[in-house]
């Protein structure tokens, strides 16, 4: 039979087996996931990787405030990511807009009590289904509502938070959110570094007016966080808006001349800004469909 001893120095063993094994596996899960987190100005973090839309974190004293929520499994681990930022959870999350890449992980931070905003759009969506699903759990639709135009102001821990209705560009119910004391501009889908602009209920001159809005917000020091990419400044935002203008404007000028879809888009309009901004593949049939009245 075995001593205490031997039997004591077996269970050390198969415990500390198992917390390495548990550590280990956590940590492959952590890496798997591709969540990253950085320091972006002032109080001001960004969460990106991990798929979905990039989120912004505002810490404050032992609590925190969000721009988006990312995938339902990765609740966990971005709470833990705003603990280690802020000290505390979540008190506010604010939707970009309605589609699943900024709300799918709302309720789980809901559920915690985290008061949710967005424009108005974006709960009624939840709550009759997106996209042909069922409604949104009650904890994932938003509390606080915006309308067309509106604006909300928090006053959060020494930050000032202005949040804005954007015009109609990406989606309906677009949301800006400006950080002013840390001089960060959250501007989702309404811009992008690296991709041409997707319309998906919005239009060409919406994403202009939208980011002349932020720039008339910014000055020379300003970041901006766009829905996927890095952080970029002012120039990439004035570069975003020429691409947008020029290739709005060759198009106008296609259509007007009696070109089909097929024709614009062998005569390849974004040709010098393929590189910076990849495959205009969606774009272009969404932005002949607006300028051609379609």
Request: proline fraction near 4%.
């Amino acid at each position: 039979m075995m001593n205490k001893r031997i039997l004591s120095h077996f269970l050390f063993c198969f415990f500390i087996t198992c917390t390495v094994v548990s550590t280990l596996l956590s940590t492959q899960s952590s890496a798997q996931s591709g969540l990253e987190m950085e320091h972006v100005s002032g109080n001001v973090w960004m969460l990106s990787g991990g798929g979905y839309a990039n989120i912004s974190v505002l810490a404050g004293d032992d609590r925190a405030l969000m721009v988006d929520s990312k995938r339902p499994e990765l609740g966990d681990e971005i709470r833990s990511m705003v603990r280690e930022i802020s000290g505390g959870d979540a008190d506010f999350l604010i939707n970009g807009h309605v589609h699943p890449d900024h709300t799918d992980g709302n309720e789980a931070f809901g559920a915690l009590g985290t008061t949710i905003i967005a424009h108005e759009e974006v709960r009624r969506v939840l709550m009759a289904g997106q996209r042909g699903g069922p409604p949104a759990p009650e904890a994932a639709v938003p509390d606080l509502t915006i309308s067309d135009g509106g604006k909300l102001t928090l006053h959060f821990d020494g930050e000032i938070v202005h949040v804005m209705h954007a015009p109609p560009a990406h989606s309906l119910g677009n949301i800006m959110v400006h950080y002013q004391t840390s001089n960060v501009i959250h501007m989702g889908d309404l811009y992008s570094p690296e991709r041409f602009p997707v319309i998906a209920g919005g239009t060409l001159d919406g994403f202009l007016e939208a980011n002349e809005i932020a720039l008339s917000l910014a000055d020379g020091n300003t970041l901006f966080i766009a829905g996927n990419g890095v952080v970029t400044g002012q120039n990439e935002v004035r570069a975003y808006i020429s691409m947008v203008q020029t290739v709005k404007g060759r198009m106008t000028d296609m259509i007007a001349d009696g070109l089909s879809l097929e024709q614009v888009i062998a005569a390849n309009p974004t040709v010098e800004f393929d590189a910076t901004w990849g495959d205009p593949g969606r774009f272009l049939p969404a932005a002949y469909r607006e300028l051609s009245g379609n």
